[in-house]
């Protein structure tokens, strides 16, 4: 079953318009950033639906052709995007766990629109007051965080490219 919008309905039925969804990439390599995505897609099932019908889903699931596809479609359809990143240094220094949260809060601070309430992919952020939503797969179940999940993607390989050009092996 692809992604839906079921959890970011539980948070629009209460009032909180703006559910961004969020994941991060880069968790399990040796090498590099690691990237949060959030994305605060419409309260508007036939809006989300084309992200439905152009295959989006876990990024992991989807080719790197499909997932460059999704992006100007996410791009055109979110009411919100944006990206942040911690460095390997930073990984190295605090941790991937906290590296990871930092990722995201710097995704979110860089959003265009405030995100009233938070689907995480499998942790919270705990030094965040917004109502939240850790939801273990939620790549594979929001379609929010699949979005954020691919933008995040999309970019840190892009990243992870123009490295391995300028230093090889």
Do not use: Y
Not at 36 to 54: E, H, K, T, Y
């Amino acid at each position: 079953m692809p992604p839906d919008l079921r959890f970011e309905r539980h948070f629009w039925t209460t009032g909180q318009r703006h559910v961004a969804g969020l994941d991060e990439v880069g968790r399990g390599c040796w090498a590099g950033p690691v990237v949060a995505g959030a994305v605060i897609l419409p309260a508007d099932g036939p809006l989300c639906a084309l992200l439905r019908s152009a295959g989006l889903r876990d990024s992991k699931k989807l080719s790197a052709a499909q997932r460059q596809r999704l992006v100007p479609l996410i791009h055109a359809l979110a009411l919100g995007h944006a990206l942040g990143s911690a460095s390997a240094h930073e990984v190295d220094e605090q941790g991937i766990v906290a590296a990871c949260r930092l990722a995201m809060q710097r995704a979110l601070a860089a959003l265009p629109v405030v995100a009233d309430a938070l689907l995480l992919d499998a942790f919270p952020l705990p030094n965040d007051a917004r109502p939240q939503q850790a939801i273990v797969r939620g790549d594979d179940r929001s379609l929010s965080i699949a979005a954020a999940a691919v933008l995040a993607k999309v970019w840190r390989d892009a990243f992870m490219a123009t490295q391995a050009a300028a230093f090889p092996g």
